[in-house]
Structure formats: C-alpha cells, structure tokens
C-alpha cells in the first residue's frame, strides 16, 4: 500500500518539532575514525529520514534490536501493532538478535502475549464498564440533587438511565456487527514470535565473556559509564543485561565485517542523552566504544559504522522506503510515548488519588468476608504500593484516557461499639482489631496529546479518579486489653470478662476446644465443669462432687 504523502512531509516535523533536514544518511564502511573531538550529534541522532533500503541493500548494514522493540508490540494499538509488524517484516532478512536480547524476549513474551489477547478480549467489557461509570456517576449526582430538596429526582433518573441504556445497545450492537474482524482473529497465534524465528540470531556468548562483562561492569557502573548502569538496582546477572546486548553487537559488527542501526526505546540516560530542545543524542562514549571496537583490521585507521535509532523513526524510515501505509501521527505518537508517559506520571497518580483510599471505611473493602468492627476504620494506612500494568482506552478529541493499575497493601484498625458511658455518655469502644489487606486499584487517567514529541519534556496528565478498587482482608488480630479472657488450658484468647465462657472445676475459664475429654482432664456430665481425672468419682463418669451431691 502506498503510504500517505502528508505523513511523509509530517513525520520528521512531528518527532523533532523543527524543520526537516534535507540531508539523508546513508552511511560509509570506508569512514575513517574519529576522534572523540570529531564526534558530531547528527550521527548521534535518531533521524527517521535515514536512507534504511539503500544502508541495507548496498551498504552492508544489518539491523540490530533490542527486546523492548519486540515486546512493545504486544503492548500496542492494534492498528500499530499490525504497522510494526509489516515494518520488521519486510526488512527481517537483515535483523540480527543478540542472543540476551532473544533470552530477555522469551523470558517475557508470554505473559505479554496473554496480556495482548486479554486486551482485545476485554474492548468490550471496556465499554461496559464505560457505561457503567456514567451510570453509577448519574445516580450519585442525582442523590445529591435529593438531599438538597430538588423535585420529581425519581422521574429524572429514569430518563437519564434509559438514555444511557440506549448508548449500552449501540456498544452492544456495534460489538455484535464487528464480531468478526480480522485483527480480532489475528492474534490466535503470536505473530511476534513468528517474526522472531524468521531473524538472524547471535551466537550464544560462552561463560568466560559474560564473567568478564559482568567484572567490567561493576567498574563501568560506579563511574555512570552506559550503557545500563540504571539497571544497577536490579539482581544477579540481568544488571548487565544492556551492557552485554551491547558488547554482542560491536563484537559481531566486528567479527563479519557488518555495519549496525542499533534500534532501542530504552531513552534513559545510560543509552541517550536528552537535549533542551527535545532532542535524543545516543552517547557519545557509546559511538566512541563501537568505533574503537570495530576498527578494521586491514586499516586501522577506518571503522565500521552506527546508526542508533528509536523504534518510532525505524518505523517511519520503512514506511517511507518499502511504501507501507502508517497510522496517523497521533497513533504514532502515543505508542511511541506511552510507557514512557505511565512510567513517569503513574506514582503522582496514586498518590493524587490514595486520599480516597485512606479515608473509604471499607468502600473497596469485601465486607462479607472481613471482621470490620461495626465503628470501622478511620484511616487506613499504605503499607505498599506496586506498579501493576495499564492500558490506553480511548483517543478522543486531543485526549487520551488510560487505565492504570496499582497493587497495594494496607492496614488499619477497627473498633466494636460497646455503648456509652452512664455519667460521660461518651462512646465505649472496645479494643483495636487490626486488619492487614490487599488488591487491586484501576485509575482512570487521562492526558492531552501533543502534535510533536519532546524527549526532553516532562509527561503531565490532566484528571484521574478510581475507576475500580477491589481490596480483601487476607489477616486480623485483637489488640490486648483489661477485658481479655484467655483459656486456663491452652491460653488462647477466647472474648471479653462479661461474656459466658465453659469453667473448671475451680471456675477458670475454659475455651470451646479444650472444654473435651483429654490429657488434661474430663467434663462431669453433672456440674458441667473439667476436673482432672484423680477426681473422677467411682461411678468413672460424674466427679466426686457430684457423686457425693446426688449420692451416686
């Protein structure tokens, strides 16, 4: 299909937000090397004017990805995932993989491929729960209206559901009419690893060179020298795992005589550096790295060339060569920016919205199958909070509505209401019971979209409010108190001093459980007290007090 001029001419504009550069790279194996004074930022600029079927086809280039390029795909608009695809296919017979970058694939794609069905599973129930939001919101308003002494509230609810029962029948009927669509039925299998298969991939490095990288590294990552040392935090060997994809591709650049286009949408520091005016410049100690590494033998004064690209700009320089029909600039945009977007903003999010949280009572709680005092919970207090996943719903009007979901654990104390004291009149309460809880918050999100995009500006977003919170009572205890009764025989707590508990025989309280025949002694049928056994009668079933009592 022959792509659509207008993005042509605003492709390049849209990204840089800066008129297009009229020079197209096309690269030379035969560039002599650079001192690090010579290094100039256009040949660190990721331009998605660069001439990708000429580097190809007549310049010895191979395409070098990174797994975030593959698995991002999983996690794209359907329309744009389909893009990315006929984009990498048609250039498949020069991608080569390193072998981290396939294990790192593998280790992922799975669960992203699952979440990728589920997603086009749930567009539907998306939609309902859309519905149901505005259903929900009408009702709550509508209440309020009531409370104030406004008239005829029932009539208006009504009207106001059967109109939102109409927009359900047209989400109900566009779902049945389109039930069919391929991209629907495209994902019965995973394209994305079929793609996968179809590339070239890097030999497996031995055990000595990732023992030797992981050693460099440790050095490499103290002076902040990329790539990966903001993977520091990580475990074990993955907190190398960018420095190793790297030293694969410059130590096979090296061996067959290749020129690379590296390709990552990791845009952290330890790979690019962000200019003032929006730009990303891939750093200069990497482009100095590759060209000392790659120095041709023959000719020491001459390397082999870099081109480092972000994912949006491969896909922009393919549509543009192999003719491949591209979405809209804004499709391009926002699935070029949405991981970044909810990796910066999803903690402000939370915590605009974890006030509502704290003071709910049990609102989000499953209150059938937890132990609430029946004064509840005052506040309840945020013990952890993690990243759970999101997902973008709608694009509409210069904005686009996310759903962002956070897993959190909380806790919070709960009283029993006792009744009042005589002289005060003051509420008795009994003891704290403290709960420990758990679940799931999705945050409705929403963001206003730019025509450009600025590496260098920081993500906002414009409202969010909990869509849905579901959270359960997974523990709770009683705090001690005066009150407290425990067992005499196994110790456990068992209520309160003005409750009516089992006793022994010298009138100490005794639990349900241990209020049997064992070790520790019998229950006389008689006074219904625990004896221990020396004081079983000769009758062998009443105690001895009871045998003289009744003269058995």
């Known amino acids: 299909m022959a792509i659509k001029k207008d993005f042509i001419a605003y492709g390049w504009n849209c990204i840089k937000g800066e008129v297009m550069d009229k020079k197209i790279k096309t690269g030379s194996e035969d560039e002599k090397v650079k001192s690090p004074n010579e290094i100039n930022d256009e040949e660190r600029q990721s331009n998605s004017m660069v001439a990708i079927k000429e580097l190809l086809q007549n310049k010895n280039y191979i395409v070098v990805l990174d797994a975030n390029i593959l698995l991002k795909i999983y996690r794209s608009s359907p329309d744009y995932a389909e893009f990315a695809l006929e984009c990498l296919d048609s250039i ?12 790192e694939y593998e280790k992922h794609r799975k669960e992203e491929y699952g979440k990728k069905v589920k997603s086009i599973e749930k567009s539907a129930e998306t939609c309902n729960q859309l519905i149901s939001i505005i259903e929900n919101k009408i009702k709550g308003q509508c209440d309020e209206l009531s409370k104030n002494g406004y008239p005829d509230i029932d009539g208006l609810v009504d009207n106001l559901i ?6 359900q029948d047209e989400f109900d009927s566009y779902f049945v009419e389109h039930q069919n669509l391929d ?20 030999p497996e490095p031995s055990a000595l060179f990732i023992y030797k990288l992981c050693k460099e590294g440790e050095h490499r990552y103290k002076s902040q020298t990329p790539p990966g040392y903001k993977d520091s935090k990580k475990d074990g060997v993955s907190k190398y795992g960018d420095l190793i994809v790297w030293a694969e591709t410059y130590e096979y650049a090296a061996s067959n005589n290749k020129n690379i286009i590296f390709v990552t949408d990791d845009v952290k520091e330890d790979w690019w550096e962000k200019l003032d005016d929006g730009r990303i410049l ?3 100690e990497l482009v100095k790295e590759f ?7 023959k000719d020491l004064s001459k390397n082999l060339k870099l081109i480092p690209l972000v994912g949006y700009d491969l896909y922009q320089a393919i549509a543009r060569e192999f003719m491949i029909e591209a979405p809209d600039a804004i499709s ?4 070029a ?18 006030s509502e949280i704290a003071y709910s009572g049990t609102s989000f709680l499953d209150e059938n199958n937890s132990h609430v005092g029946s004064e509840g919970v005052d506040e309840w207090e945020l013990d952890d909070v993690g990243f759970y996943g999101f997902e973008r719903i709608d694009v509409d009007s210069g904005m686009a509505t996310y759903i962002i979901s956070y897993h959190i654990v909380i806790s919070g104390v709960s009283y029993e209401y006792w009744g009042r004291d005589d002289d005060t009149k003051e509420i008795i309460t009994s003891p704290g019971r403290r709960h420990e809880c758990s679940g799931k918050v999705d945050v409705l999100v929403t963001r206003a979209l730019d025509t450009v995009i600025n590496w260098n500006d920081d993500f906002e977003y414009q409202d969010a409010e909990i869509e849905t919170a579901s959270i359960t009572e997974d523990s709770y205890e009683d705090n001690d108190s005066d009150f407290d009764i425990y067992c005499a025989e196994c110790g456990e707590k068992i209520g309160y001093e003005w409750e009516s508990f089992y006793r022994d025989y010298k009138g100490n309280p005794i639990c349900d459980d241990c209020m049997t025949t064992n070790e520790n002694g019998f229950v006389c049928p008689g006074c219904g ?7 079983r009668g000769g009758s062998g079933t009443f105690c001895i007090n009871c045998e003289d009592e009744y003269d058995v």
Do not use: H
Request: hydrophobic share 40%; aromatic share 16%; with cysteine.
């Open 92 to 103: 498949k017979d020069y991608v080569c993989i390193p072998f981290n970058v396939y294990w």
């Open 162 to 167: 059967e109109k939102v029962g109409e927009l």
């Open 183 to 202: 991209f629907l039925n495209n994902w019965n299998e995973d394209k994305v690893l079929d793609l996968m298969n179809s590339f070239r991939k890097m």
């Open 282 to 284: 891939f750093r200069k």
């Open 291 to 297: 060209s000392r590494k790659t120095k041709i033998r």
């Open 332 to 335: 391009l945009i926002l699935n």
């Open 337 to 354: 920016t949405d991981e970044s977007f909810v990796d910066e903003v999803q903690m402000q999010v939370f915590e605009s919205v974890w």
């Open 529 to 535: 007290a625990k004896y221990p056994e020396e004081m």
